[in-house]
């Protein structure tokens, strides 16, 4: 079943970025080695890091848990090359900063851990043995929020869930390994959703792709025949892909503010997520690699590479050719909601949707040195959220943190379609992200220093 892009799948407020696709879209998935380091973060989802399982000197394998945690929004993390343990220590992450790292030399035998083998008989396993086997598989979003897939497939009972949507919009310009994907591993991709399905207990399943990737959908549309899943396809407009815009375009729900896809009987995954947990089921392997698109302006053979997680951006790009000049800017994922980097030898995660390399022509614009707003109203007229970002950026600027909560910043998804219209270039989603930080740590110490007085006053009694 398949429906046409029209009036209805037309966002409110976005924008209309150049795709820049082409550089990759006809370049088929290319599987790449390893180095012979790896660095393997054991940050690589949102929720609770996880605690190395292996020392120094330890020998892995390809499939063997490196990493977990004990907190139910985490997942495990798997070597994705076998060899030595050569130390674990903190080392830079390409989401910023420094975290703890098992870094592993690469034998290059790639032997898989022995007890991985197929889940066979999915449609006749209950929901929960198949939350519990994504787990295991180290499941995320691969969309680039890495959020662990067992918590979306775990709704309270209060909250059933009638729709699974796989997210193939893909509208992130540059970037093509989901559009690959839903050419290359269709029926793969198709089985993951129906695996999903039963997890959830939905009876309604929906693939919305842009109509953009016209291939794409005349590829899911004749695999998904007869098995009574849904091709959607949608108008082409940024940010067409954010879950919350996508529910309320196929289904006209809307997510209330603070709340999540759940609340409205939804669960929303990406087209690579399902793929790798179809990956899991039919050959026992659980996530050690993905696909990036390696692109930009200044990459010699843009391309699409399964690259095993723990690759240093560095080796990615080496296998691309190298750059043509040097870059002005690296970015994790794409232009509007990617993060720019600081060096190469930062490792590829399970988040690490593509590495974006641009020339200094392309980058080469004035930012003020204090946030400017002109009163357009730009701003306001593309926020698909429908909030006021020129006020957001004010507030976090001059710290009237509580004004922020009031203004709902909490509902961001941080898109940039604020900034890219801004004739100012005022950088209101940087903005943002530091005012929802901010209000994110006052909370926690908040709650610390509540815990603090309740165990003060329990001693109290106690005397």
Known sequence: MTRTSGLLYKIRGGVHPPSSKALTAERAIRKIEAPATITIPMRQHIGASCTPRVKKGEQVLVGTVIGDSEAFVSAPIHSSVSG???????????????????????????????????????????????????????????????????????????????TVILNGAECEPYLTSDYRLLLEETEGILLGMRIIMRAVGARRGIVAIEDNKPKAVKAVEAAARGLGIEVTSLRTRYPQGAEKVLIANLLRREVPSGGLPMHVGVVVNNVGTAHAIARYFTCGMPLVERVVTVTGSVVREPSNLLVPLGTSFSHAVEECGGFSESPAKVIMGGPMMGLAQYTLEVPVVKGTSGILALSWKETRYSVPSEPVCIRCGRCVDVCPMGLIPTYLGSYAHNEKWDLLHKLHIEDCIECGCCTYTCPTKNPLVQLIKTGKAELVRRSRREEKDSASKERRGEADEDV
Do not use: C
């Not at 851990?113 to 198949?130: A, F, V």
């Open 84 to 162: 030595k343990v050569a130390q674990v220590a903190s080392q830079p992450h390409p989401a910023g900063g420094e975290v703890l790292a098992v870094i592993i030399e690469n034998d290059g035998e790639y032997r898989s851990e022995p007890g991985l083998t197929p889940l066979h008989g999915w449609e006749d396993m209950e929901p929960g043995e198949i939350r519990k086997a994504v787990r295991a598989a180290g499941m995320v979003g691969l969309g680039g929020a890495a959020f662990p897939t067992h918590v979306k497939l775990s709704p309270p009972k209060e909250y059933p869930i009638d």
